[in-house]
Each structure stands twice: as C-alpha cells, then as structure tokens.
C-alpha cells in the first residue's frame, strides 16, 4: 500500500463509518491534528471532524473553511487509518485551533 503524505492542519474528506450512538458519523470533513512525525511513521493519523452545525462550545473552535463558517469538534477526536481519507480539501491554520486542542488535553 502507498502511504500519502498527511500533514497536520489538513483536511480531507473522512470515511468515519462504523460509528456508535452519538459519535459523528458519514463521510464528511476532518481535520488532521496529528504531528507531522507521527503522520509520516504510522498507518494511522488523529482527526477532528468539522460541522456546519451543532452547539457552539469552547471545545469547538469556529473558522471559515472553504468561505463558509464551520466548527472543529475537538470533542470528537478520534484516530483513523489513513484508507479512509479520501480527498484533501484544504489547510485550516494552526493559531486558529491548535491552542483550544492544548487547553483541552492540559
């Protein structure tokens, strides 16, 4: 299997099925928060999902992502092997999320 170079702060579109109860679930975008060094050294990357939707919290830094207003919901990180990634989308910039992400695992 060929290994795609998988950069923190991207995003791509996720297959994030099977899921339980209220986790996120469907393709939809996910942005990567995994370092660099962990991307290129395992199969397998740390994601965040993005919404258009849900409740606004202080767990969910809100950006504009592809002109349009959307939520990182760093309460549902979760890993994921990279066969799910689909395409890449695009790059959220890290001084936008990285500081909630730290806070939260303080």
């Not at 991207?10 to 991307?39: C, F, G, M």
């Not at 397998?44 to 606004?56: C, K």
């Not at 950006?63 to 790059?91: N, P, S, W």
Request: with cysteine; aromatic share 4%; net charge positive.
């Amino acid at each position: 299997m060929v290994m795609r170079a998988v950069l923190r702060g991207e995003v791509y579109w996720v297959n994030l099925d099977a899921t339980v109860d209220t986790e996120t679930q469907k393709t939809r975008p996910a942005l990567v928060i995994s370092p660099d060094d962990l991307n290129a050294a395992l199969p397998r990357i740390i994601i965040a999902p993005l919404t258009s939707a849900g409740r606004a919290l202080g767990c969910r830094p809100e950006v504009i992502f592809q002109k349009k207003h959307a939520r990182i919901l760093l309460d549902q990180i979760r890993c994921v092997d990279k066969v799910r990634l689909g395409k890449k989308m695009g790059k959220v910039n890290l001084d936008l999320w990285h500081p909630v992400l730290l806070e939260m695992l303080a």
